[in-house]
């Protein structure tokens, strides 16, 4: 923990930010400006972003609201900060709700590095960061953490104080960082203030509900993040400029979801350039999905299927958003031209597929890969809203990592709150069809679900292209990756509504590279 100076604020003003850095400097807090903690993300092999935001309290008791705050950051290769490498001022402004992302490039490959903020006479705990490998250089070891979906009222983050112990070397959050629901009784076991979010200043407050968590802010200081989002960063299974059906309707969807995004980059360590047209009110926009190298070991990709995707077919009664559907019953079901993805995303994965060149190929979605009916009494079932609701798509993409000869797909998934393993098959409807990747959709930090084990069993049991399933934990799956093989270990806390709580290994699986086939250990 470094020092921290939280003497009163003699006087702070607008003018205050036109002050001589020196005179700036010497400034002090009443109130931690760095309490929403800090994150490092999407790293390259010569660079990653730095990302802060300084808390409304901190800014509210400096009476700084209105204005333009200087803040330094520095990056290092030790802890003690005694070799800078880098360092630079930015200035957080109100209008990005005083958030901070200093896009560091120029670093050494394959690297560690510590880094923090000072702003004032505070300064920011020290966070550890690191850069990839370069596209062509060795890699020998790649240990990821996946995790999603972390309603706040459900649970505590004991989840992120396990992953922590796991030393990973990059976390990838597929989605559901916080949630718009007001709190929800009887489930709730810890109080979200709010309502229900649907404005700028409500996404923000509830991003900073989220970040208040000092598992979480420890999870985000000890490496770098890849991040996607899935519905509820904006509302419950919207679909693309489609409203979802969680809370009232509002009178402008599309400025709510502009609202969702550009609280998203606030919070998120992400880059300008994804979100630039948005926040500079040319377009509704961002761009979420996007891959990098881990040297010749892995390419990581992380997907976007809510921004782009066609409104999910056939939903009962009417209603907006998803709902489960008899396929039968739906005459668009398999029309080819719906989509999930949308057909630039779609077209950019297929040209990313064709030059892959590393071992394996981690895909980052937002749910569960393979087919799952839930009818188990003869009928058919299925939600609409992940990719059963979007066969077509799914099978395009299926035929894409088979006629770019894409090596050793891995797919990681969230949304649904289960754990789902198992394989990628060239045909579902053959289940002797070819095994053309793995995938892993992993179970939630808090968020609760009402499927249980022994309906998923049953489940299972007529679609064998999975070989394992628990909806009983929660927790998170941690990834580590060779050149010859790959090991995926289930991770489940004991008791997600214990702050304390300990936690278990559920299960772990092996792939041998070349082989799409996963096997439980
Ligand atoms: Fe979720």
Known sequence: MQRRHLLKLAAASAALTSLPHAIWARQAWSTDPFSLGIASGSPTSNSVVLWTRLGLAGIEAAGLNSSAVPVT???????????????????????????????????????????????????????????????????KKLRIAYASCQQWGNGYYSAYRHMLAEQVDLVMFLGDYMYEYPASKPFDIRPTTGGWITTLDGYRSRYALHKSDKDLQAMHAACPWIVTWDDHEVQNDY?????????????????????????????????????ASLLNGLSNDARVFGNVAYGQLANLYTLDNRQHRDLQACTRNGRPGGSRVDPSTCAIWNDPQRTLLGPKQEAWLNAEFASARTTWNVIGLQSVFGPRNFNTQGGQSYSNDGWDGYPAARQRLIDSMRNTRLTNPVMLGGDVHQNWVGNILADYNNPASQKVGVEFCGTSITSLTTLTNIEQAKIIERHPHFIFGDCASRGFGVVEITPTHLTTTLKAVRDATDPLSDAFTLARFHVQAGQNDVKKL
């Not at 920011?124 to 690191?130: M, N």
Request: with cysteine; glycine share 6%.
């Open 73 to 139: 950051w520095q990056i290092a290769h030790d802890r003690n900060f005694g070799r800078i490498v880098k360092q630079g001022d930015v200035r957080a402004s109100p209008t990005l709700a005083h958030s901070v992302h200093a896009e560091v490039e120029g670093l050494e490959s394959d690297r560690e590095y510590f880094y923090r903020f000072m702003c004032g006479e505070a300064v920011s705990a020290t966070g550890r960061t690191r850069t990839f490998p370069k596209a062509n250089a060795v890699a």
């Open 239 to 275: 679909a693309a400029t489609h409203p979802g059906n969680s809370g009232k309707p509002v009178d402008d969807f599309m400025a709510r979801r502009r609202a969702a995004y550009q609280a998203f980059y606030e919070h998120m360590p992400v880059r300008r350039e994804q979100f």
